[in-house]
């Protein structure tokens, strides 16, 4: 898979994926972490939330303009990370009050904006090499595997960490005590049998009144949630460390068109576009950022609304062999005898690289059934686990849609960039047309809010776990292809501007990610679910409608 592809590329790859692991780490509890600090309702939290996202993906804008005309990519990079450490550090400080949080979540955005879009420029130099060019948007789906390695472990991490401190102080994880708690010291619970019955689980002979359980497990829990922002701080400094420690491998590429105009050696390597074709290519651009606004609207709901189902429709108690697939114990065991078998079936390898195959594939099972005897017939699990889905099957199926992809090229049907990019838009609508289902006859929100006593069925975590499957499909699709059509289309003066208005572009579906969350209690769930469907459909509609224009600038 990395035959034909520079070195630097491994170093933009691991560093790329240290501070996703970092990023998602934080997000997968950050929505959680607002409500149990601050007792916020779902309409606050997503506000927040998607203001976060917006600065995270807007401020790569500022970045991309920093490196190309100031700093160039390589100390742009640096400096950005150095700044997201500082951000997570001040997260991970308990007893914050919402401004000084408000404040961190700057800092990192700040630090996001100038690492980010500008790494992807970086890899994109390493493929205007002509040879390399051809396997730039296989380049670009490797890389974005490295994102979703850190994406996988992060959640396992956030609730590691969460429940590790929250056991320390003879507490366990309850999805419904946070919203009880802050009810009850405001004044709003009438009923407080259920809350009652929920402390004296918790504490059982050490239970002495509501108000100090409520106030300790509120704290704890927050307490465990700093926890899990520290260590995204730690994993700043691992992708700081990989990014200046193997510099030489990317170096070559680590020059804007100013510096090249500068350097006799490299003048002559300056493109030069007619004024015709630099608007030609920004056109193009900016009709592909109008789609990708709605993926990421769309599929960004997996912090916020999809999380809420999954702690409040979702099954949070299964079977021990469906606990796998939420236990990395066991997971990871899973996935070593998968690869074993690949190996051994692979025509392509070794009979030595076959019994490495056979060797992963015993040690796999044999710690995978060992995992499950250690289980219990039914196990608990957390809605915050539903987001390494997405990152894990990333990893699983970059290698089959570049292999794919790969094989259509060699037959000359390879699809065009932007044409991968209207597909992906249809996958997206498929994946919540699932959601549709499952949530059609479910109790809305805002009903819920009104009859906290509702009594109604909850759904197996395989509609949650399967939508996650069809939108990963999208997302590579989709993601990996927009950022390879930006670094081959972009002007070369604008590069990492370029990046930064894709970054851009994700950066207002962010926002109206959280926006839309104003939806959740106030319709049907499956209306809510039914409108990230059209939007997608249309969405690939109007990029087909173009795809002339597109296709036109990508070759």
């Given at each position: 898979?990395?035959k034909?592809?520079?070195?630097?590329l491994?170093?933009?790859?691991?560093?790329?994926?240290g501070?996703r692991?970092?990023?998602?780490?934080?997000?997968?509890?950050?929505v959680?972490?607002l409500?149990?600090?601050?007792?916020?309702?779902?309409?606050?939290?997503?506000?927040?939330?998607?203001?976060?996202?917006?600065?995270?993906?807007f401020?790569?804008?500022?970045?991309?303009?920093?490196?190309?005309?100031?700093?160039?990519y390589g100390?742009?990079?640096?400096?950005?990370t150095?700044i997201?450490?500082?951000?997570?550090?001040l997260?991970?400080?308990?007893?914050?009050?919402?401004?000084?949080?408000?404040?961190?979540?700057g800092?990192?955005?700040?630090?996001t904006?100038?690492?980010?879009?500008?790494?992807?420029?970086?890899?994109?130099?390493?493929?205007?090499d002509?040879?390399y060019?051809?396997?730039?948007?296989?380049?670009?789906?490797?890389?974005?595997?490295?994102?979703n390695?850190?994406?996988?472990?992060?959640?396992?991490?956030a609730?590691?960490?969460?429940?590790?401190?929250?056991?320390k102080?003879?507490?366990f994880?309850?999805?419904?005590?946070?919203?009880?708690?802050?009810?009850?010291?405001?004044?709003?619970?009438?009923?407080?049998s259920?809350?009652?019955?929920?402390?004296?689980?918790?504490?059982g002979?050490k239970?002495?009144?509501?108000?100090?359980?409520?106030?300790?497990?509120?704290?704890?829990?927050?307490?465990?949630?700093?926890?899990?922002?520290?260590?995204a701080?730690?994993?700043?400094?691992?992708?700081?460390?990989?990014?200046i420690?193997?510099?030489?491998?990317?170096k070559?590429?680590?020059?804007?068109e100013?510096?090249?105009?500068?350097?006799?050696?490299t003048?002559?390597?300056?493109?030069?576009?007619?004024?015709?074709?630099?608007?030609?290519?920004?056109?193009?651009?900016f009709?592909?950022?109008f789609?990708?606004?709605?993926?990421?609207?769309?599929?960004?709901?997996?912090?916020?609304?999809?999380?809420?189902?999954?702690?409040?429709?979702?099954?949070?108690?299964?079977?021990?062999y469906?606990?796998i697939?939420?236990?990395?114990?066991a997971?990871?065991?899973?996935?070593?005898?998968?690869?074993?078998?690949?190996?051994m079936?692979?025509?392509k390898?070794s009979?030595?690289?076959?019994?490495?195959?056979?060797?992963?594939?015993?040690?796999?099972?044999?710690?995978?059934?060992?995992?499950?005897?250690?289980f219990?017939?039914?196990m608990?699990?957390?809605?915050?686990?539903?987001?390494q889905?997405?990152?894990?099957?990333?990893v699983?199926?970059?290698?089959?849609?570049?292999?794919?992809?790969?094989?259509?090229?060699?037959?000359?049907?390879?699809p065009?960039?932007p044409r991968?990019?209207?597909i992906?838009?249809?996958?997206t609508?498929?994946?919540?047309?699932?959601?549709?289902i499952?949530s059609?006859?479910?109790?809305?929100?805002?009903l819920?809010?009104?009859?906290?006593?509702?009594?109604?069925?909850?759904v197996?975590?395989?509609?949650?776990?399967?939508?996650?499957?069809?939108?990963?499909?999208?997302?590579?699709f989709?993601?990996p292809?927009?950022?390879?059509?930006?670094?081959?289309?972009?002007?070369?003066k604008?590069?990492?501007?370029?990046?930064g208005g894709?970054?851009?572009?994700?950066?207002?579906?962010?926002?109206?990610?959280?926006?839309?969350?104003?939806?959740?209690?106030?319709?049907?769930?499956?209306q809510?679910f039914g409108?990230?469907?059209?939007?997608?459909?249309?969405?690939?509609?109007?990029?087909?409608?173009?795809?002339?224009?597109?296709d036109?600038?990508?070759?």
């Amino acid at each position: 898979m990395l035959k034909g592809h520079p070195k630097g590329l491994l170093v933009a790859f691991f560093a790329n994926m240290g501070e996703r692991f970092g990023y998602y780490t934080m997000l997968a509890i950050f929505v959680l972490y607002l409500q149990a600090k601050f007792g916020y309702d779902t309409q606050t939290a997503g506000q927040i939330y998607g203001g976060f996202l917006f600065g995270i993906y807007f401020l790569p804008l500022l970045g991309g303009l920093i490196a190309d005309n100031w700093l160039g990519y390589g100390k742009t990079i640096t400096l950005g990370t150095i700044i997201m450490f500082l951000g997570y550090l001040l997260l991970a400080m308990p007893g914050l009050g919402i401004t000084i949080v408000l404040i961190a979540l700057g800092i990192i955005s700040l630090g996001t904006g100038l690492f980010k879009g500008n790494l992807q420029a970086l890899v994109g130099n390493m493929y205007d090499d002509p040879k390399y060019s051809a396997n730039r948007d296989n380049a670009f789906n490797i890389f974005y595997m490295g994102i979703n390695i850190g994406a996988f472990f992060a959640p396992s991490a956030a609730e590691g960490i969460s429940n590790w401190i929250l056991k320390k102080h003879n507490l366990f994880y309850d999805p419904k005590i946070p919203h009880l708690a802050h009810e009850y010291l405001a004044g709003k619970l009438k009923d407080t049998s259920e809350f009652l019955a929920l402390a004296q689980q918790q504490m059982g002979d050490k239970f002495t009144d509501l108000t100090s359980f409520a106030h300790q497990y509120i704290d704890t829990l927050s307490l465990s949630y700093n926890a899990g922002f520290a260590i995204a701080a730690a994993s700043m400094i691992v992708s700081f460390l990989i990014f200046i420690g193997f510099r030489k491998y990317y170096k070559s590429a680590d020059i804007t068109e100013k510096e090249k105009m500068k350097n006799a050696d490299t003048k002559s390597q300056v493109v030069e576009l007619s004024k015709e074709e630099t608007k030609e290519r920004l056109v193009a651009l900016f009709l592909v950022f109008f789609v990708v606004i709605f993926f990421w609207m769309a599929f960004h709901q997996n912090g916020f609304t999809l999380t809420i189902f999954a702690r409040d429709y979702t099954q949070n108690v299964v079977g021990k062999y469906t606990y796998i697939l939420f236990d990395l114990k066991a997971l990871l065991p899973v996935i070593t005898a998968i690869i074993g078998i690949i190996l051994m079936f692979n025509k392509k390898v070794s009979t030595k690289i076959k019994a490495l195959g056979g060797g992963l594939f015993v040690l796999g099972l044999g710690l995978a059934m060992w995992a499950t005897g250690t289980f219990q017939d039914q196990m608990h699990i957390t809605p915050a686990k539903f987001q390494q889905f997405n990152p894990i099957f990333i990893v699983f199926l970059t290698p089959v849609v570049i292999s794919f992809f790969s094989w259509l090229r060699e037959r000359k049907k390879e699809p065009t960039t932007p044409r991968k990019i209207g597909i992906g838009m249809l996958i997206t609508g498929l994946g919540f047309l699932i959601m549709v289902i499952a949530s059609y006859g479910l109790p809305s929100p805002g009903l819920l809010s009104q009859n906290p006593d509702l009594e109604y069925n909850l759904v197996s975590p395989y509609w949650l776990i399967s939508t996650y499957f069809v939108l990963t499909i999208a997302e590579l699709f989709l993601s990996p292809m927009g950022i390879s059509f930006v670094s081959k289309v972009a002007p070369p003066k604008l590069k990492g501007l370029m990046q930064g208005g894709w970054l851009g572009a994700t950066a207002v579906g962010n926002l109206l990610a959280g926006l839309i969350g104003a939806l959740w209690e106030k319709i049907e769930l499956w209306q809510f679910f039914g409108i990230l469907v059209f939007m997608a459909i249309m969405s690939a509609i109007f990029i087909f409608a173009v795809i002339k224009k597109l296709d036109r600038v990508t070759k």
